[in-house]
């Protein structure tokens, strides 16, 4: 079979650090598309809203959604995906801080489990 004949599955990654500069906007939005989601169960829908409602990082997970990065790329269909979010502390101006940070413990761990 050719490349063309056969599926390819690829590992995107993708690392984004986002200014929030309006939370309540951001959590309002997540409330309404928490609200707007007819197939989530009453008791989880609670618990989503408590979570974005405490937690600005909870309620930018509840917006993003990786289909959005590829579902109008032509030939691809996304297979897998998982997402999440999280406060940081961030200085674009330090030295120490980058965006490979996580990758280089990553490639450190590999070679020390060898």
């Known amino acids: 079979m050719s490349t063309t004949e056969t599926s390819q599955f ?3 990654r993708v690392e984004l650090v986002v200014e929030v500069d ?3 906007a951001v959590t ?3 409330l ?3 609200s707007d ?3 989530m169960p009453a008791d989880e829908r609670v618990h989503a809203e408590n979570a974005v409602t ?3 990082a909870e309620a930018l997970a509840y917006l993003v959604d990786p289909f959005d990065l590829v579902g109008d790329v032509p030939g691809v269909e996304l297979a897998q995906a998982s997402w999440s979010s999280e406060g940081i502390d961030y200085d674009p101006d330090s030295p120490e801080w980058g965006l ?3 990758d280089d413990r ?3 761990e590999e070679d020390r489990l060898g």
């Open 10 to 12: 690829v590992r995107l």
């Open 22 to 24: 309006d939370v309540e």
């Open 28 to 30: 309002g939005a997540a």
């Open 32 to 34: 309404r598309r928490i």
């Open 37 to 39: 989601d007819p197939d």
């Open 54 to 56: 405490e937690d600005t």
């Open 100 to 102: 490979d940070e996580d």
């Open 106 to 108: 990553e490639d450190e």
